[in-house]
C-alpha cells in the first residue's frame, strides 16, 4: 500500500482502525502492540 497519500491526521485514523481490526480477529490482546504481533506469529508458525 502507497501511504503517501495520507495526511498525518489520515494515517493516525488508519492506525487506529487498524488496531481495532486486529483486537477483534485476536491478534493483539494487550497495548504492546509489537509483543502481541510477535507471539501471533510464533504460534501461528508453529
Known amino acids: 500500500m502507497d501511504f503517501s497519500k495520507y495526511s498525518g491526521l ?5 492506525y487506529g482502525e ?3 481490526k486486529m483486537r477483534e ?4 490482546r ?3 502492540v509489537t509483543g502481541d504481533l510477535g507471539e501471533y ?4 508458525y508453529i
Do not use: A, G, R
Open 41 to 44: 506469529i510464533v504460534v501461528d
Open 10 to 14: 489520515e494515517l493516525i485514523e488508519i
Open 30 to 32: 494487550s497495548k504492546n
Open 25 to 28: 480477529e485476536k491478534l493483539i
Open 18 to 20: 487498524l488496531l481495532s
